[in-house]
């Protein structure tokens, strides 16, 4: 919403200056978001200087230039004149600035293939003179002047534009602004001028509101008005209209226009001679076609309020005018509409047709009912003061009464609110200022809602309006008690915290992607689940939610890659979604690692990174998360993203839970690229089942014995299943197996690999002897030999 | 001089005059060893009479304790001699390279949740979260936004289905209903999270981050609300004195509403929080509606109190001088490094929030 100090004044007896009023709107709520200075028709025109001027590579009378206006970069410009050339001072006009001559709006466009950014123009198409031969060659002295505007900008007044909250319908017109400022004491709010214009005329022209469904219309009144001159709006109008952004058209649409941004009175004007027969406001039928004001054509769908006549449709009820029944500047005779129209309905066809416009943006939000009249009165008086004619009795139809809302309101609520004390005669004050008429009932208030304000519902909306308008600043603050009562973090926070810290305590740098990713790569991730697609993607390549948090990541490491980062270590911990209901997602812990070799430096003999890096990395942090080594079992099977051969799976050691997956990815996914992911519902899930309190730590002193074994098993053979054996023999002798070789080639059998490990041995109670020794020896070989099918290698 | 006398002589003269560490061990076994000399020389005892035994055993204990000392102190001195020589060839270039240190990083939006968790843990918050995904009541109904509000507009809303009933959550707010829908009063929480709108340049991403407080009890009022945010923001800022503004706004699950403006200045193009004559808005809050109490079955003649929302990474962006919103979630692996925090640097009171 914009406006000026002066058409404030219009509505505000006050001696307030601008700055202060600009503090007190902020202060009551209307937040100011721009100040700027008045812009007029011509301040769009800006001095500037051909760099240079190039051939045009496909016209030979045409130039491409580079110009500069001021601005870091200079703008290619194509021009026809003869006399444009390197080092000349002259006159640009921007995109979207109206050419004076002709009225032409400029928009980018290619002139012969090549793109121009505005135009360079000639005396006369600025009007200075006739002068039409070459674009303007100004002397030296504007040199200092690039990027100023040539005509001058008008220093002085301001245009204030404020960013009204969707509650405040009332303050999308000066009026509301006005009455909020004069409630806060900032002034007087003037009575609004009495209409003194005499309604001689017949209203002649039958208008009816049809009995529909939905009816958006419940009001529609209305005004004709013959015989008046159309012309251009006087100076005081045209800035006006210009203050708001707007370009002056003629007197009539700017009078209506001027209306709507004064009360929040959306208006419209038809030419009364284009109307065939009578008005009747009605729902559209399906497929129904009009070409509106914007010179687009629409067809509707059924139950779209419409205003219609006798050969269709004349415009959208409350949005938009149609083309056929537009006036013009030689318009004589007029039908003026003001009419009320539902913010639901209207909302919905506008979105339906992806229309915007003036009056829509205020009617969705809630226009005054009671202000069909006011508006036409206050419309009336400017037409007839700039264009003269007649004008007839208001017709005024309506199907539905308009009641004031009544609340019944406890002036203690305030204090209840904001702690802070307020007075019930300064709560009364504050609300007859704003329009609510209040009456005292014994320890209540009952108050009446002004019609202007659809916002209002019940207590809490008073309690709001007067505490905006005392201030926020009035209100004590109350310094927060610290106390504790319940836990910051629960147990799974617990976990998500550690595990995020834990993982990049190993080398991983925390990323953070979108939870959304390319539906293309997330197949290769979504195993089981289904793809969840986003109905309104920000783009085509982020259209699902993620199955896994490895599509995001694998993008964004191929990216460092090309920006010539090799040795990377990346991780996220977040959402993966398993499908499209609130909750059926799972928090993942996702590392990925890729190393580049130098092949060049000596220096750096580099740790390869392999299965057992990724595999150690993991499980650390499981460690660290307080999952030990006799919590879990490593299995094979593991998704399709991951190398078949070159993974694993960490499952709890009841086989019923996956905490977590590791290994190389795929090779067709990503080369020589290793990863993890750990599922932390699920360690959390198996950590709160199996719950241990630290037992009390004992060792033993007695001396301890290596053995060292290797076995000769089949190939397929896993590690674990040989140290599991060995460790179930006697779980107390037996204090750790150590794999210290694995080897396959010369002197073994092609099918058989061998598995060298030194067993710890020691008692608890005693010193062990040679005998002992040699027995529990005996029992491991004897036993991995029955169960495994291994044999000692002599 | 007895044999016994010239062997010990000759010993001594090779001990004295080698340099040599293995020639060293070589007297030594040939002297102390099983089948060494003083060995050998007490075998000899056996066939002697009583008196010349004791006066040969006290002078084979003699020479070896002798040949002891000298080979003790030769030893050591050749050992030096060794390491001596051993050290001075061992010359390194020390300006070489150190072996590279690979230590992660925690990005910069998860540092400041923690940050904000300390905050708000003294003062009694705890942490609830909320899924990604919505439901439309949840979101908005729930929240007194009804349908076809223009309300609802400044939300532009990612949709998973086209019935528009399923979304990604437009701000953390869904989180209080289900904190309340779930529990019972009072409510003294905040919900840090992922956020989507479907908004995409300078300054917006599809996905952001929000906090949201909601503190509901018998008494709580308009006066804890400031008193609250005014107790976080001088902490999150670590500043003694913070300027801070609250001004009257609108959202329909707040009211009264207001936004909060800190004051700022700019030095030396860096920004400096909590004085200056210039505002920033950093979040929105107000007391919860009664519709959004009742809408959670909690009873607004009972209970009250206040929500707040702010947006996670323009704290961060503020607080750590991040400019670009967009470069959070890019992950350039130069960005990660430079804006990360160490991961043994947790935020806690008693250290502080920050290094």
């Known amino acids: 919403m914009k406006f000026t100090k002066d058409w404030l004044d219009v509505h505000l007896k006050t001696n307030k200056s601008e700055s202060q009023i600009i503090q007190k709107l902020n202060s009551i709520g209307l937040e100011v978001e721009k100040v700027e200075p008045v812009k007029n028709e011509l301040s769009d025109f800006i001095v500037a200087k051909i760099i240079k001027a190039n051939k045009h590579p496909n016209a030979d009378r045409l130039k491409l230039c580079d110009v500069d206006i001021g601005k870091k970069d200079t ?77 001058g900008e008008k220093k002085g007044k301001n245009v204030i534009e404020l960013s009204i909250t969707p509650n405040r319908p009332d303050c999308l017109g000066v009026r509301g602004i006005a009455r909020d400022l004069s409630a806060s004491n900032f002034g007087k709010l003037k009575e609004p001028r009495k209409s003194k214009v005499k309604k001689n005329i017949k209203h002649n022209l039958k208008i009816k509101i049809e009995k529909n469904k939905n009816q958006a219309c419940s009001i529609f009144g209305s005004c004709i008005i013959k015989n008046i001159k159309n012309t251009e709006s006087p100076g005081w109008l045209k800035n006006r209209i210009l203050a708001l952004g ?52 629409y067809t509707l769908d059924k139950d779209m309020c419409v205003i219609s006549d006798d050969e269709g449709v004349l415009g959208l009820g409350g949005i938009i005018g149609g083309e056929r029944s537009g006036t013009e500047i030689h318009t004589k005779n007029i039908l003026l509409e003001s009419a009320y129209f539902d913010p639901s309905t209207t909302r919905k066809t506008a979105k339906k047709l992806d229309l915007n416009s003036d009056a829509k943006f205020r009617f969705e939000r809630g226009v005054d009912p009671q202000s069909v009249t006011v508006g036409l009165d206050s419309a009336v008086e400017l037409i007839l003061e700039i264009c003269g004619g007649e004008v007839s009795k208001f017709d005024v139809k309506q199907t539905k009464k308009f009641k004031n809302l009544e609340i019944k309101f406890d002036p203690k609520m305030v204090s209840k609110t904001v702690g802070t004390s307020i007075n019930t005669n300064e709560i009364k004050k504050i609300l007859s200022n704003l329009g609510f008429t209040v009456k005292t009932k014994g320890k209540f208030l009952n108050v009446k809602v002004p019609s202007w304000r659809p916002d209002i519902f019940g207590e809490i909306d008073l309690v709001e309006e ?126 990925i690692k890729k190393q580049s070799i130098d092949e060049d430096s000596n220096l750096e003999k580099n740790d390869l990174v392999d299965v057992f890096h990724i595999k150690k990395d993991l499980v650390q942090s499981l460690t660290e998360l307080e999952i030990r080594k006799e919590d879990f079992k490593v299995e094979e099977n593991t998704p399709s993203y991951y190398h078949p051969g070159i993974s694993g799976s960490i499952v709890s050691k009841d086989g019923n839970l996956v905490l977590g997956y590791f290994g190389a990815l795929h090779p067709k996914i990503i080369s020589n690229t290793f990863g993890f992911e750990i599922f932390l519902e ?43 054996v060995i460790q179930n023999i006697d779980k107390n002798l037996i204090k750790q197996i150590k794999i210290f070789d694995v080897y396959e080639g010369e002197n073994i059998p092609s099918d058989k690999k061998s598995i060298a490990l030194k067993v710890t041995i020691q008692s608890d109670h005693k010193t062990l002897d040679e005998n002992d020794l040699t027995n529990i020896s005996k029992k491991i070989v004897s036993t991995v030999e029955e169960k495994t099918g291994a044999k000692l290698r002599s | 001089m007895s044999d016994f006398e010239k062997k010990i ?70 050992l030096d001699k060794d390491l001596n020589e051993k050290i001075k060839k061992e010359k390194i270039d020390v300006t070489l390279p150190e072996k590279e240190f690979k230590i992660g990083k925690i990005h910069p939006v998860s540092q400041v949740i923690d940050e904000i968790s300390c905050i708000f843990s003294e003062i009694g918050f705890s942490v609830e979260e909320g899924p990604d995904v919505e439901n439309d009541y949840n979101n908005f109904t ?61 300054t917006h991403t599809p996905m952001f981050h929000q906090l949201e407080g909601l503190h509901i009890d018998k008494n709580i009022n308009m006066g804890h609300l400031k008193g609250c945010l005014n107790y ?42 909590g004085e200056g004559d210039k505002w920033l808005e950093i979040l929105g809050c107000g007391m919860v509606h009664p519709n959004v109490l009742k809408n959670c079955k909690v009873d607004p ?15 961060a962006m503020l607080k750590y001088g991040i400019n670009d919103l967009r470069s959070f979630f890019e992950c350039d692996y130069r960005w990660l490094n430079y804006y990360g925090f160490d991961p043994l640097d947790v935020p806690t009171n008693y250290r502080g929030l920050s290094k």
């Open chain 1, 75 to 151: 703008l290619k410009v194509v021009c026809g004149a003869p006399n444009a050339r390197d080092g000349l001072l002259t006159i640009y006009a921007p995109p979207g600035s109206v050419i004076p001559k002709n009225g032409m709006k400029l928009e980018i466009s290619k002139i012969r293939g090549e793109t121009s950014y505005g135009m360079l123009c000639s005396e006369s198409e600025l009007k200075l003179s006739n002068e039409s031969e070459g674009i303007i060659d100004l002397n030296d002295k504007y040199k200092t002047k690039i990027g100023k505007s040539f005509f």
């Open chain 1, 246 to 297: 707007l370009r002056p058209i003629s007197a009539v649409v700017d009078i209506t226009n001027y209306v709507m941004f004064d009360l929040n009175r959306p208006l419209h004007a038809y030419d009364l001679d284009k109307i065939k027969n009578k008005i009747t406001v009605r729902n559209s039928k399906k497929g129904e076609s009009f070409k509106a004001l914007d010179n687009k054509n």
């Open chain 1, 466 to 591: 007067v505490i905006r308008i005392i201030g926020f600043e009035k209100i004590k603050s109350i310094e927060p008690d610290k106390k504790r009562t319940k836990p910051t973090l629960n147990y799974f926070q617990k976990h998500f915290h550690l595990a995020q810290r834990s993982v990049a305590s190993k080398g991983y740098l925390e990323t953070i992607t979108w939870s959304f990713t390319d539906e293309k790569i997330n197949n290769k991730f979504k195993e089981k689940c289904e793809s969840v697609k986003i109905v309104n993607p920000i783009s085509s390549d982020l259209n699902v939610l993620r199955n896994s948090l490895y599509p995001n990541l694998i993008f964004y490491l191929e990216k460092n890659l090309n920006r010539g980062f090799g040795d990377q270590a990346l991780f996220e911990i977040g959402p993966a979604f398993t499908g499209k209901k609130p909750g059926q997602q799972i928090t993942v812990v996702c590392g």
């Open chain 1, 682 to 724: 699920n360690l959390v899930e198996y950590k709160a089942k199996n719950k241990k309190t630290k037992e009390s730590l004992t060792f033993s002193d007695y001396q301890k014995s290596d053995r060292d074994f290797a076995f000769l098993v089949n190939k397929d053979t896993r590690a674990q299943d040989l140290t599991e």
């Open chain 2, 9 to 78: 002589l000759e010993f001594k003269n090779r001990l004295n005059s080698t340099q040599d560490s293995k020639e060293i061990e070589a007297i030594r076994t040939d002297i102390f060893s099983k089948n060494g000399f003083i060995n050998s020389q007490f075998k000899k005892l056996g066939s002697l009479s009583e008196d010349e035994k004791k006066t040969f055993a006290s002078n084979i204990n003699k020479a070896k304790q002798e040949l002891l000392e000298i080979f003790r102190s030769k030893a050591i001195e050749v």
């Open chain 2, 142 to 202: 729930a929240l007194n936004t009804p349908e076809d509000h223009p309300a609802k507009d400044m939300h532009d809303t990612f949709y998973l289905d086209e019935s528009m009933k399923t979304l990604l959550r437009t701000h953390t707010s869904p989180v209080q209903v289900r904190t309340m829908i779930k529990g019972k009063p009072p409510f003294k929480i905040i919900a840090p999270g992922r956020t989507y709108r479907s908004d995409s340049d300078q």
């Open chain 2, 232 to 273: 976080f923001i001088k902490e999150f800022f670590e500043v003694d004195k913070i300027k801070m503004r609250f001004r009257p706004s609108h959202f329909p699950f707040t009211e009264p509403s207001a936004e909060v403006d800190i004051g700022y200045r700019i030095e030396n193009n860096k920004i400096i929080i």
């Open chain 2, 301 to 315: 003649k009972i209970y009250q109190g206040f929500a707040f929302g702010i947006g996670i990474d323009r704290l």
